[in-house]
């Protein structure tokens, strides 16, 4: 099992909308993201904002480069997508603003716990060759 489990049709989705936090280094309270992800074609390997990520076990993957842990998990209706005990300002793709509103009805612009920022685009071949090296 990879770090997000996909069905056959799950791989066809060239992006989702997914919650990024980083863990390695904090509890429950790392830096956090709202944004499209992107998938290889396989479904093993999650590419967001200039990283790759890979992994072992739902959610908590690794990012290939760093090794640091990630949490990577779908959008939570109610919009409560930090653990119970985690608090920081998450930052939102401004692509994802519209999406994000109308899943959960919480406005994001003029909210402070949100800060809508622009995401660097994945060089997906940097990472293909990492990843063929490891092999």
Not at 26 to 32: E, L, N, T
Not at 94 to 113: F, M
């Amino acid at each position: 099992m990879m770090c997000l489990v996909h069905t056959q049709k799950d791989i066809s989705v060239k992006s989702e909308l997914k919650y990024i936090e980083l863990k390695s280094g904090y509890s429950d309270d790392g830096p956090a993201w709202i944004g499209y992800v992107e998938y290889s074609k396989t479904g093993k390997t999650v590419y967001f904002d200039d990283k790759a990520f890979g992994g072992k076990v739902h959610g908590g993957c690794s990012e290939l480069e760093t090794g640091d842990i990630y949490w990577i998990t779908g959008i939570k209706e109610d919009g409560n997508n930090r653990h119970i005990f985690g608090r920081g300002v998450i930052q939102i793709q401004d692509t994802a603003v519209e999406e994000y509103e109308l899943l959960t009805g919480i406005s994001v612009r003029g909210n402070k716990d949100f800060k809508v920022v622009t995401m660097k685009a994945t060089d997906k071949k940097r990472f293909e060759k990492i990843l063929n090296e490891k092999l």
